[in-house]
């Protein structure tokens, strides 16, 4: 008997006074409204970044912006390639060490089943991301997870109930049977009970492992069906691709749209792993408290700073997120393969699939490309103002230095008693040839090779009064006197800093 479409109170009593098992665990559909939200606030907060920065003429935070996009940019890769759009409603059990080899058998049931079915199977335990680390490793967790030989369902002691209860939602199971280990046995036990014939589609290596599993099973006295579905795969064999997509093509024709519902009849199979009401309250507050410890560990990470030395005033967790963006990078142009060859595979077998497929890639990675001109572009604007400010900073301390330079050398003459210096002619003769290359006469002033500056002799040396220089700097008057209006001009052009904005605030008028 097989109960479809049920809500959960008409079949609480079969295992009463414990509940009803949960379906398996599916992170990646579970992660995918989180995604959509994060990508949403990412770009509001970098847009609004964006717009304060370009209105203050900040340029750090122009460069902030521009970074604060490349985060959204991978998160919508991996929402548009990697994040499934419907929950499993076909299942792949098989054996765990056959994880490795089993991917191109994958790949090609993907590409049979098309866009209305998603496949997928328990992913191994030992391959697991621990909750804690989730929050932490969200993105390289996702692309992984999407992209693994693995598998992305999860489960504890209580798979198979959990398995049981999500077999009710499916339509259809491939049961990969080419290592029989006990765990498969007990999956196919499960599933011959649960499913009907047209819903079950054996992968095997040849005809003879269906035999014998047929009589295993007269042994146990469960009934085999008769015209079960069955895929051979041997890649010894040339014309092996071929005939196993045929094979799962005309599977996938005839099964039947709904799902295969819950079959009571195999309760009596999952009943000693079902957990009680207390275990699952343990198990949810465990799962919470990981996830709690995740996000803690993230906001720690974002307050801690290197004051050991070794990272200086960079954050922990920026040190930790460029680690995990190289991880990003790695395993990004991975999946992309993966899905280029599902792609190219469907071209041959499932073309109205491949056009899906080509869509979503276009997209995906179009909106990606998208960000990330934008996120270069607000960069490119940002570092040339900085680079900008940089060099206005560097010509301010050269210059300093030669100023400071001409100054003793006014003193060095008025302290000797040497030649007065009362213009720019005799200040150019009295310097050394290390200094004077640098300054060009031009007129009353000397020019400062390589700056917008000027020097002069404001007050010309005599015998009793030592000779005072004055400058300008882009033709506005620095020393002896700095008016009010030439010392606001500075403090925007040099954002209040360097050794020409205080030399104008000391002589300020």
Same mark, same amino acid.
């Given at each position: 008997?097989?109960? &479809? &479409? @049920?809500?959960?109170?008409? /079949?609480? #009593?079969?295992?009463?006074?414990?509940?009803?098992?949960?379906?398996?665990?599916?992170?990646?559909?579970?992660?995918?409204?989180?995604?959509?939200?994060?990508?949403?606030?990412?770009?509001?907060?970098s847009a609004g970044l964006f717009l304060l920065s370009f209105s203050?003429?900040?340029?750090?935070?122009?460069?902030? &912006?521009?970074?604060?996009?490349?985060?959204?940019?991978?998160?919508? *890769?991996?929402?548009?390639?990697?994040?499934?759009?419907?929950?499993?409603?076909?299942?792949?059990?098989?054996?765990?060490?056959?994880?490795?080899?089993?991917?191109? *058998?994958? %790949?090609?049931? %993907?590409?049979?089943?098309?866009?209305?079915?998603?496949l997928s199977g328990i992913r191994d335990p030992k391959k697991r991301v621990p909750h804690f680390l989730k929050p932490v490793l969200l993105v390289p967790m996702m692309l992984a997870y999407a992209g693994s030989k693995y598998l992305n369902l999860e489960a504890k002691e209580d798979w198979k109930a959990r398995l049981w209860r999500s077999l009710g939602d499916a339509r259809a199971v491939v049961l990969d049977v080419r290592d029989l280990t006990d765990f498969v046995m007990e999956e196919i036990e499960l599933v011959l009970t649960c499913m009907t014939p047209e819903r079950i589609l054996f992968v095997v290596q040849n005809e003879e492992e269906l035999n014998q599993l047929r009589q295993h099973f007269a042994t146990k006295s469960v009934e085999f069906p008769?015209?079960? #579905? /069955?895929?051979?795969?041997?890649?010894?064999?040339?014309?092996?691709?071929?005939?196993?997509?045929?094979?799962?093509?005309?599977? *996938? @024709?005839?099964?039947?749209?709904?799902?295969?519902?819950?079959?009571?009849?195999a309760a009596p199979l999952v009943a000693d792993f079902v957990k009680s009401g207390q275990a699952l309250r343990r198990e949810k507050f465990n799962a919470l408290t990981q996830y709690t410890l995740g996000v803690t560990l993230l906001v720690a990470l974002s307050s801690l700073h290197g004051e050991m030395g070794w990272l200086g005033e960079w954050p922990l967790l920026g040190v930790i997120l460029a680690m995990l963006v190289v991880?990003?990078?790695?395993?990004?142009?991975? #999946?992309?393969?993966?899905?280029?060859?599902?792609?190219?595979?469907?071209?041959?077998?499932?073309?109205?699939?491949?056009?899906?497929?080509?869509?979503?890639?276009?997209?995906?990675?179009?909106?990606?490309?998208?960000?990330?001109?934008?996120?270069?572009?607000?960069?490119?604007?940002?570092?040339? %103002?900085?680079?900008?400010?940089?060099?206005?900073?560097? %010509? @301010?301390?050269?210059?300093?230095?030669?100023?400071?330079?001409?100054?003793?050398?006014?003193?060095?003459?008025?302290?000797d008693d040497a030649p007065a210096i009362v213009d720019a002619a005799t200040l150019l003769d009295s310097l050394g040839p290390d200094l004077n290359n640098n300054f060009k006469l031009n007129g009353a002033n000397l020019d400062v090779v390589g700056t917008p500056a000027s020097v002069w002799v404001a007050v010309p040396q005599t015998v009793e009064k030592q000779a005072i220089l004055g400058f300008s700097w882009g033709e506005r008057e620095i020393a002896p006197a700095c008016a009010a209006e030439t010392l606001e001009v500075l403090q925007v052009e040099f954002n209040g800093q360097g050794p020409i904005y205080q030399r104008c605030l000391m002589n300020l008028r």
């Open positions: 008997m097989q109960v &479809a &479409a @049920q809500p959960d109170s008409a /079949v609480q #009593h079969i295992f009463s006074p414990n509940p009803l098992p949960r379906p398996l665990s599916d992170p990646l559909y579970t992660f995918r409204p989180f995604v959509a939200v994060l990508i949403a606030i990412n770009l509001l907060v203050q003429n900040d340029q750090v935070s122009l460069i902030q &912006a521009g970074t604060a996009l490349f985060a959204p940019a991978f998160l919508i *890769v991996v929402y548009a390639l990697a994040l499934p759009k419907q929950s499993t409603n076909v299942f792949y059990l098989r054996s765990f060490k056959k994880d490795a080899s089993s991917y191109k *058998v994958r %790949e090609m049931l %993907e590409v049979a089943l098309g866009a209305d079915f998603r008769v015209g079960t #579905h /069955v895929a051979v795969w041997n890649e010894t064999r040339s014309d092996n691709t071929p005939k196993f997509m045929l094979a799962s093509q005309l599977f *996938v @024709q005839q099964l039947p749209k709904p799902a295969a519902g819950l079959a009571l009849q991880l990003q990078l790695v395993l990004l142009p991975k #999946h992309c393969v993966g899905v280029f060859k599902k792609i190219r595979m469907a071209r041959s077998y499932n073309p109205l699939y491949q056009r899906i497929l080509r869509v979503d890639l276009i997209k995906g990675l179009g909106l990606a490309l998208l960000l990330l001109a934008m996120a270069g572009g607000l960069m490119f604007v940002g570092l040339r %103002e900085v680079y900008t400010g940089y060099t206005n900073r560097a %010509e @301010q301390y050269s210059f300093d230095a030669r100023y400071r330079a001409l100054e003793l050398i006014t003193m060095g003459a008025f302290l």
